[in-house]
């Protein structure tokens, strides 16, 4: 029988995985998962975990991210207990280790992001004006001005952005750390450095670290609801982005490019509506 990780008891244990920073959601639904299944954590545990993550994927229907969120914040939670628990024994830790290699995520074929996940250019200039923290409503204004990822714009930093002429080039880092150049008007600047000065950070957190991800996510789903009346992520800034560029008219490849994709085929899966509107007909 598999010896399971513990730590002192089972409420301290599902204390532990809901505390860590990050996937908020995510560590509680595996916490609750723990609960009922009345057990610490086991090598079975966390397959059986991993495989009941897949089936409501597809039973529910559920987007790729929200799977592998799932899956990411589990081993996230899981590594932190082994890092900061000595007193579990070395065969326990490699045992758990080894599974969480051992657990992927499926690939799923990319598809068109649907219209009701995206705002309207209208729903953004609302959004933007009726949110009252002047310092939520212009992250969501770079967050859709630039189509950067939520991550790459709370990690910026003031020094990457440079005047060139009426517009501002901010340098940020995607995925496979590789960086690119978005673009930012002379106005939203002014707006953000008169509201959160010129530091380190172009959008720190009131402490002046890192904007928590987890905060602005929670902030901006609860503000587009109460606001808009959808309840959309910080994510789906940039997906209305590319949709409003190519619409436009904009060249795919420079949508791509712009966005930071690793080829135009990801950048035409995701964005290349392909079911007529009212407005397209009519």
């Not at 932190?80 to 690939?107: C, M, N, Q, Y």
């Not at 002429?165 to 707006?191: C, I, P, Q």
């Amino acid at each position: 029988m598999t010896k399971a990780l513990t730590i002192a008891s089972r409420d301290k244990l599902l204390q532990a995985i809901t505390a860590g920073e990050g996937y908020p959601r995510d560590r509680r639904a595996l916490a609750d998962f723990l609960r009922e299944r009345g057990g610490g954590i086991t090598e079975e545990t966390l397959k059986d975990y991993a495989q009941a993550v897949a089936a409501e994927a597809v039973e529910k229907a559920r987007g790729a991210s929200w799977e592998t969120n799932r899956i990411a914040g589990m081993k996230k939670a899981v590594k932190e207990l082994l890092a900061h628990a000595p007193e579990i024994s070395a065969a326990v830790r490699d045992g758990v280790l080894r599974t969480l290699g051992e657990i992927k995520i499926p690939k799923r074929e990319r598809t068109e992001i649907p219209r009701e996940k995206l705002f309207t250019r209208e729903e953004i200039d609302r959004l933007i004006a009726e949110i009252p923290d002047r310092r939520l409503s212009l992250l969501v204004a770079a967050l859709y001005q630039t189509g950067c990822r939520e991550s790459e714009l709370l990690q910026a930093r003031s020094r990457a952005l440079r005047e060139e002429g009426d517009h501002y080039t901010l340098t940020v880092r995607g995925k496979g750390n590789k960086e690119r150049k978005v673009f930012m008007s002379s106005a939203l600047v002014a707006e953000i450095r008169e509201m959160f000065g010129v530091g380190t950070l172009l959008f720190p957190g009131r402490d002046g670290k890192v904007w928590s991800a987890s905060s602005v996510s929670h902030r901006i789903r609860r503000a587009s609801k109460h606001y808009i009346g959808k309840t959309l992520s910080p994510h789906a800034f940039r997906h209305s982005k590319a949709t409003h560029l190519i619409e436009a008219g904009r060249a795919l490849n420079a949508v791509s490019r712009f966005l930071g994709h690793s080829s135009v085929d990801v950048t035409a899966k995701f964005y290349l509506h392909n079911q007529l509107q009212a407005d397209d007909v009519l």
